[in-house]
């Protein structure tokens, strides 16, 4: 259940990565407001299985393959896109993420590291940091050159999935945090290139949301928290994860014209005050 409802009928939202925990409550909420929702996502049944669901409810939805990293794969899901709807009016660039590869096993580097076995900053391959950054960074200007072809035709909104990391970088992953400090960065150039064609980009940064990537990090097997989860939970003001419904306050206001008309360039953080934090 969304927190409030806006008025998206007539509009078709397009959701990368909406196979996943957070972007799939995302295109859920856009779809209970009216918009019809392309489900895009690397693994065809994760996608197939969150449109199934937006039908059953009543909503209009349709689930595809893609490959935001493949240029080609992206225009083929646009072109099954504007087969299935007219238009695209609403972007949601939700495909990201992490890899265990681009990871240091620790969080601070000592010399005896070099011998005991882990990997450290010096271990990390080039062509596993280009993974993880393209697939945040490329995985958003790809999707974004493909369909924003269509939302300068009549105007529309560009929501992008910024994170913490883009405002403090988190150790043990490099990677990732420089990812994401692009994808905020790119989100305020898009603002400006974009802002006399009609079309607003704007960001979520989402705090801690114990998600099936982060889960490793946060949780021992036997379910107790690590030391990683105690120390983010000690600069979070709150105390406590989030959860995905508490980001769709953020998403309707961004994307409904009404709310947020003259909005752009913004990205918002939904992180419990962490952001906020100093820790003193």
């Known amino acids: 259940m969304v927190p409030f409802t806006v008025d998206l009928r007539g509009k078709t939202a397009v959701v990368t990565g ?5 972007c799939s409550a995302f295109a859920k909420a856009l779809a209970e407001c009216g918009a019809a929702v392309a489900v895009l996502d690397l693994r065809a049944e994760a996608a197939e299985a969150v449109a199934a669901d937006i039908v059953s409810a009543g909503g209009k939805a349709i689930g595809l393959s893609c490959n935001v990293l493949d240029r080609a794969s992206v225009e083929a899901a646009r072109d099954k896109v504007l087969d299935w709807a007219d238009g695209v009016q609403i972007l949601l660039n939700g495909a990201g993420g992490n890899h265990p590869r681009a ?30 950054f393209d697939l945040n960074f490329i995985g958003t200007l790809l999707p974004t050159q493909v369909f924003a072809r269509e939302l300068v035709k009549g105007g ?16 043990k992953i490099p990677a990732y945090s420089a990812a994401k400090s692009a994808v905020s960065n790119f989100t305020q150039w898009l603002a400006v290139h974009f802002a006399e064609a009609g079309v607003r980009v704007n960001a979520i940064a989402p705090g ?10 946060l949780f021992n097997e036997d379910g107790t928290p690590t030391e990683r989860t105690g ?10 994860f989030g959860q995905p419904e508490e980001l769709l306050g953020a998403l309707l206001y961004l994307v409904d014209e009404k709310a947020s008309g003259f909005v752009t360039g913004v990205v918002l ?7 906020a934090y100093s820790g003193v």
Do not use: C, H, W
């Open 103 to 132: 990871t240091t096993d620790r969080e601070t580097f000592s010399l005896s590291d070099l011998d005991d076995g882990v990997r450290t900053f010096f271990d990390l391959k080039p062509e596993d940091v280009s993974f993880v």
């Open 231 to 240: 120390k983010i939970l000690t600069a979070t003001p709150m105390r406590r």
């Open 208 to 217: 801690f949301f114990a998600t099936a990537q982060n889960r490793s990090l």
């Open 269 to 275: 953080p939904v992180d419990g005050g962490f952001s």
């Open 18 to 22: 909406g196979g996943g925990v957070l």
């Open 156 to 171: 529309g909104t560009i929501l992008n999935v910024s994170s913490m990391n883009a405002y403090r970088p988190l150790t």
